[in-house]
């Protein structure tokens, strides 16, 4: 019996070790899904060349891509993204709410609402949304996935290619 004890405190300390990382890995899923909740403003956009803050109106553009733009490259983008900014941005929201419901405004469509989940494991965000189509008046469903990462109390979504477009940071209003 003495030789079995052991071997069965081993098992034991595994059991509690288990339990205790399942119990912490719940509570930091969990964390997410509150974080998440309430208003979000576009704070800046960024990539793998340049990074726009539009709270302090100031484009940084990296070393390897500023030797590709002249001064007058360089004026012009940051003109142009606070246009966009201007224009397109400066009502853009998300707002995730408890119920698992959405509402978005890109300021060039307008708001849509539908319904989230959020993937932890695959850091991302699942969006669902029905439209009425206002050409044939027939609903289609529409689903997005985006991938997110949290940059200390931003919520950034992530661009995962030149067609997915920049890294957007947002801010809690």
Do not use: C
């Not at 940084?60 to 891509?65: N, T």
């Not at 529409?142 to 067609?163: M, Q, T, W």
Request: aromatic residues 12%; proline residues 2%.
């Amino acid at each position: 019996m003495l030789v079995n004890q052991p071997f069965a405190k081993l098992a034991a300390m595994k059991k509690i070790i288990l339990f205790v990382f399942l119990f912490i890995a719940t509570g930091l899923q969990a964390q997410d899904n509150k974080k998440i909740i309430g208003k979000w403003k576009v704070a800046a956009m960024f990539d793998d060349k340049m990074y726009f803050d539009f709270g302090k109106d100031s484009l940084y553009v990296k070393p390897g891509a500023a030797q590709q733009m002249t001064k007058a490259q360089a004026d012009s983008v940051h003109r142009q993204l606070k246009e966009i900014m201007g224009e397109y941005l400066k009502e853009a929201y998300f707002e995730f709410k408890a119920d698992m419901t959405y509402a978005e405004n890109s300021g060039m469509q307008g708001e849509r609402t539908g319904t989230y989940s959020i993937d932890e494991a695959a850091k991302t965000i699942s969006l669902e949304r029905t439209r009425k189509s206002k050409v044939t008046g027939v609903e289609q469903k529409f689903e997005e996935k985006i991938k997110y990462a949290f940059n200390g109390s931003r919520l950034v979504f992530l661009g995962e290619g030149d067609d997915d477009g920049p890294n957007i940071e947002f801010e809690k209003q």
